[in-house]
């Protein structure tokens, strides 16, 4: 397929499963908030994800841990404002589903009701799958998300690539499948070998959308402010930048005080 975007007027659960059987790829970005998501969608996206990671890229926190439910809420409900085409998808943040599979039902059902969003993201394989049955049986569509798990980083300590050795690498697999049987409509690997990503992608039906998982999987995400080139000090080795509007808004917000400094900014056109 050489198509840029597919002709589906609106995504659903179904239509990436479908670009799997027909082996269209599927795109994903972050967003959290009504402008961008606008924009996003107007281009063409196929699945919006409403991130954790804004804990990092919003509010300035070092892990995603101490995003709240309510916040993923607030962010959700303005992405969803925004979109006319997209599948949005918003992950549960930490603390409101490792509790028991009635918490994670509870916390689904928040997001469902309070921001409109059409499917909920939960890290974890089989030690989540009880909580997985429960939300789908209230007719909420899970996706997966493991390999690296950011809601694990103290468990791990590092941010290194996951499922290296042997061993890890079939509980992965055995993890992914658990999830499928489960019933999740699609699974996210985070940064893991590409033979093993590879490996899961041709060995379940769901779509597996890859970050840092190598290219022969069922698609792709990345966190909107990482590819635009605003988040300067991150550059792992997965991250492709296609702006640097890091350096482009410096440049911007340089000439405006340079203009307001030396009154250049309102002229006549722009004053009443
Ligand atoms: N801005 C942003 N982008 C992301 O992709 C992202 C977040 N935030 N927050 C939540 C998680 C955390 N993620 C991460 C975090 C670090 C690396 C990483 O590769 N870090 C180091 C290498 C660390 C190591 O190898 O020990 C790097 O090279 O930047 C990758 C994904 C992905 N997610
Ligand atoms: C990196 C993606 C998969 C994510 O979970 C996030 O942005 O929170
Ligand atoms: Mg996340």
New binding site residues.
Partial sequence: MSTAKSDYKKITTNSVQEMKRNGEKISMLTAYDFTMAKIVDSAGIDVILV???A???MAGHE??LPITLDQMIYHASSVVRAIDRALVVVDLPFGSYQGNSKEALTSAIRIMKESGGHAVKLEGGTEIVDSIERILKAGIPVMGHLG?T?QS?YKFG????RAREEAEAEKLLEDAKALEAAGCFALVL??IPSALAKRVAESLDIPVIG??AGPDVDGQV??L??MLGM?HE??????RRYLDLYDQITGAVGNYVTDVKNREFPNDKESY
């Fill in positions: 991130g954790d990671s804990s990092n890229v892990t995603t690296l950011p980083i590092t941010y290194t690539v985070e940064k970050i840092g990345l966190v402010h990482d988040t991150f550059h792992p080795r997965f991250l």
